[in-house]
């Protein structure tokens, strides 16, 4: 049974346009995250979620909205896209300070 | 400045060669995570240190925690084309259940 997972694995989209990115976890982790990597592999974390409320929002863009339907759901919606979003978006999920991360096989958006 | 500083960036080694990859903090470590990614693929979690002087093995691969430099060494044994990839330290640098931060990752070749 896959931990984490993320749809979709791809999506490419014009410049302008809203796309959504869903991550679900059924590890019965609290706590959600979103990051960015980007074309130099540098992983950042863009957004963290505990218990469906939003705890941590590193300096991105109004255009990126997370949303957490419940605790094992964490999904991610850009409007307006740009040429500079393109990355490849890794959702990942923690249950407890200490242990590891784990992570989702990510989305690589491209916006042309 | 770069929280977690990663070296070397890129590592060409011989197949049957040892090699060591490096992080270390700019802040104190609650905890450092080796992580694993091949080309297109998500974070493949290695191992987790917390202690200093801790030390963990997994097959040929053997992290140590040095606390008081705030670093942590990955080592490689007799390294394989299987161990080809890009390595990402991660750390806690706050206490509690908050997003990790991440080196610039390694870029490992092993070359038959």
């Known amino acids: 049974d896959t931990a984490v997972s993320q749809t979709p694995k791809y999506l490419v989209t014009q410049m302008g346009n809203d796309k959504s990115i869903k991550c679900e976890q059924n590890l019965g982790h609290d706590t959600m995250y979103w990051y960015k990597q980007d074309s130099k592999k540098f992983l950042k974390i863009m957004f963290s979620y505990n218990n469906k409320e939003l705890i941590i929002n590193e300096t991105v863009p109004n255009r990126f909205s997370p949303k957490s339907p419940d605790k094992a759901h964490l999904n991610l919606h850009i409007n307006s896209l740009e040429l500079g979003d393109s990355a490849v978006y890794f959702c990942?999920?923690?249950?407890?300070?200490?242990?590891?991360?784990?992570f989702g096989p990510g989305t690589r958006l491209t916006v042309l | 400045s770069q929280e977690l500083e990663q070296s070397p960036q890129s590592l060409i080694v011989q197949e049957g060669k040892n090699l060591t990859i490096n992080c270390t903090s700019s802040k104190t470590l609650y905890g450092l995570y080796w992580y694993k990614q091949k080309y297109g693929e998500g974070l493949i979690f290695l191992m987790m240190?917390?202690?200093?002087?801790e030390e963990k093995s997994h097959e040929k691969i053997t992290a140590k925690l040095d606390e008081k430099k705030q670093q942590s060494s990955l080592h490689i044994t007799a390294s394989q084309p299987s161990h080809a990839g890009i390595y990402l330290c991660g750390a806690d640098i706050r206490p509690g259940n908050t997003p990790l931060v991440f080196g610039k990752g390694t870029r490992l070749s092993v070359i038959a």
């Open positions: 990942a999920s923690r249950g407890t300070s200490g242990y590891e991360q784990f």
């Open positions: 240190l917390q202690k200093g002087g």
